[in-house]
């Protein structure tokens, strides 16, 4: 059965960091777009950041950029999401989702879905 699990996630303090991973298994995630996807309570969910199936290309939401960092490990079927000085407002649980297409970090193209992982920024 194909399928992403996403780990890593956890509860964290403001400025700290955490490093997800989305592993895939059942099938060569490296024929596939990633992307990390995250949705806190009485919110939609939003794209975070994604990166096509070669690395070369990657997307970032703007509240993110400079402190995530997505990266892929096609050998080791993963990829990662580096989240560096993390705030309040990253609290969220978060996706991982695969698109065999890549045209952007859009929720609505990305097709299959991990179950999710609580983030939590909090003192």
């Known amino acids: 059965q194909p399928q992403l699990v996403e780990s890593g996630g956890g509860l964290v303090q403001p400025e700290g960091s955490l490093r997800l991973s989305c592993a895939a298994s059942?099938?060569?995630?490296?024929?596939?777009?990633v992307g990390w996807f995250r949705q806190a309570p009485g919110k939609e969910r939003e794209g975070v950041a994604c990166?096509?199936?070669?690395?070369?290309?990657?997307d970032y939401a703007d509240s993110v950029k400079g402190r995530f960092t997505i990266s892929r490990d096609n050998a080791k079927n993963t990829v990662y999401l580096q989240m560096n000085s993390l705030k309040s407002d990253d609290t969220a649980v978060y996706y991982c989702?695969?698109?065999?297409?890549?045209?952007?970090?859009?929720?609505?193209?990305?097709?299959?879905w991990g179950q999710g992982i609580q983030v939590t920024v909090s003192s």
């Open positions: 990166i096509d199936s070669t690395g070369h290309t990657t």
């Open positions: 059942g099938f060569a995630l490296s024929y596939y777009a």
């Open positions: 989702a695969d698109d065999l297409m890549y045209s952007g970090c859009n929720t609505s193209d990305f097709t299959s």
